[in-house]
T-cell receptor, first 109, second 115 residues
């Protein structure tokens, strides 16, 4: 079974700082990897989807990379803002979606 | 376009009572998913429907959980009887054709507390 780990579990940074969230997985036979954002009391919102043939995807201040061979993905957030505060989940898509436990991000004004 | 709709948003029940959750996916989406998310954890798949057929229910605790999607549109997830360990957020998601290269669209979830 695919195991997905996210480090750190929680992160607190001052506004304006650049930061990196990490996701690792045990089985490299994946279709895609997807990063989601979850706000308290709400569902998941898709941020970026990286297909297995791609190495990275960018959207605004977000950049996600994928290294299948090493079983790792990173989500880079540039110039963080208080509105970025949320839990960030990565999901590895094999025969189903396998989610990590998430990183809870707090951006301090 | 309306998103995935779930109701109720919150439910508090006593253990051994039954409870049901409802989900209406995005119009035209053939595939519907139910997930359970425990506190501090990522969502875990319970069941996946392709139209009205349950194509993956291997992680659904069938002794107390049941689900249906009778007309291939909205779906109901039921727990009977509920146990303390069932306290969690139950998320519904949908996708157009259920292909693994598609993204899934999530509803806001139903937060269940079993006392």
């Amino acid at each position: 079974k695919q195991e997905v780990t996210q480090i750190p579990a929680a992160l607190s940074v001052p506004e304006g700082e650049n930061l990196v969230l990490n996701c690792s997985f045990t089985d490299s036979a994946i279709y895609n990897l997807q990063w989601f954002r979850q706000d308290p009391g709400k569902g998941l919102t898709s941020l970026l989807l990286i297909q297995s043939s791609q190495r990275e995807q960018t959207s605004g201040r977000l950049n996600a990379s994928l290294d299948k061979s090493s079983g790792r993905s990173t989500l880079y957030i540039a110039a963080s803002q208080p509105g970025d505060s949320a839990t960030y989940l990565c999901a590895v898509i094999g025969n189903q979606f396998y989610f990590g436990t998430g990183t809870s991000l707090t951006v301090i004004p | 376009e309306a998103g995935v709709v779930q109701s109720p948003r919150y439910k508090i029940i006593e253990k051994k009572q039954p409870v049901a959750f409802w989900c209406n996916p995005i119009s035209g989406h053939n595939t519907l998913y139910w997930y359970r998310q425990n506190l501090g954890q990522g969502p875990e798949l319970l069941i996946r429907y392709e139209n009205e057929e349950a194509v993956d229910d291997s992680q659904l605790p069938k002794d107390r959980f049941s689900a249906e999607r009778l007309k291939g549109v909205d779906s109901t997830l039921k727990i009977q009887p509920a146990e303390l360990g069932d306290s969690a957020v139950y998320l519904c998601a949908s996708s157009p054709r259920g292909r693994l290269k598609e993204t899934q669209y999530f509803g806001p979830g139903t937060r269940l507390l079993v006392l």
